[in-house]
């Protein structure tokens, strides 16, 4: 073993076992943690019958000859001639027969940093040593007992007693679980996790749906009004001068966390590889995703303050019974159904539909996010699992806010007939 593994995992063993109630974790690390003979023997790899080259060779055996018919016996000549390797050419070899792991590493955030370049990111090699017994043994730092000291011997504080809470609350099978890719919170086959992912499904392909229908049938009426007389009278004011200031900074910091973040979503794409390529590295990325958060939180909250005290009672976006019957005798008109009704104030249906959404879409990522950003916070109080669940919500409003902002936004504001080649309403605040 390399010297930057033992000395990660040595750190990692000794914190836990310095806790009372696991003992043996250090009697291990004495008596043969190291890599010795009798180590070995208890090792799950000796019992699966792995043989030394699968870890200690060249990288170039087939997968047939990396297990043998009886368990390896040890040679301490042969041991004597084993060359250290690096930490990233174990995690190669980790990867031939854990296929399965590896995947499921990539989905997670050490994975995902990993695969943008970031340093000290835990791997294969940082945690499993490969000569530790089986899972199941108490001898085991990961089994479920102790788990949760090796990621708070990272994560936990610089001493033991800022790191015990958040051993002690990722003690117990969730944590195991959730890190091999199981969602342990559920009812029966229903889980959690599942329901996530059915919910955005349904939503994402209702909200598209309808957004492409309102613009195939808004379309052809468009055109005609492009050419409607009405068009070269005053144009009317819609926006002051702060709300188009509030405006700029909202695109700006949206479009920001939209690139840096599906740069990290998508941490193995070319998108992802190029983006930290540009911004000098992943923790530049991570930085520039942070302090557009921050704009974008703060712009929102000027926007409150905009709205409570300077448009004193002006309530344009508020809205109301009237525009759920504005929305439906609007989508008749356009279907050819009825005659035109009536406008329903200075902004209409769809504008305050958009806004309100994304007002909901601000809320939740700003949870979200909060937990993922505060990790070490959420793991002291929380289960691993809702970290994950924090991390796949935040990801699906991702998608959905930015797609509606490429359709709906992009079509109401450059590609409709009415406003082709763009809406100049964000800078001269009349339309």
Known sequence: ???????????MMLWGAALADVPDIQDWMHSGGDGSESAWQ??????AKVRCIACHGQGDETN???????????SQTEAALIQPKKRAEYDSLCRRCHQDAEANFQRTFHGKHASLGKKNIPTCSYCHVGHEPPLASNHNALQSKTLGRVCAGCHGGSTDAQRTPMAFNLAGPDTGATLYGHDRFGMGPVRIGGLINAFYTLLMTTVVGFVLFYIFIDFPLARKERHSPARSGVKEKRFTLGQRLQHLILAASFITLALTGFAIMYA????????????????????????????????????IFYYLFIF?????????????????????????????PEMSGKYDWIQKLEYWAGIIGLNVVLVTGLLMWFFEWTLTHMPYQILKYAQWIHGWEAILATTVVLILHGYSTLLSPRVFPMDWSWITGRK
């Open 1 to 11: 073993m390399t010297r930057n593994i033992s000395l990660a995992l040595i750190g």
């Open 42 to 47: 208890t090792s799950a790899h000796f019992k």
């Open 64 to 74: 047939a000859s990396l297990v043998s018919d009886t368990p390896q016996r040890w």
């Open 268 to 303: 193995d794409s070319a998108y992802g590889q190029w983006l930290v390529s540009v911004v000098g590295g992943a923790d530049n990325r991570s930085l520039i995703h942070r302090l557009a958060a921050m704009v974008f939180v703060g712009n929102a909250l000027i926007h």
């Open 312 to 340: 004193r009672g002006q309530r344009t976006m508020m809205l109301s019974r009237q525009d759920l019957t504005h929305a439906w005798m609007d989508i008749r008109f356009r279907l050819g159904q009825c005659e035109e």
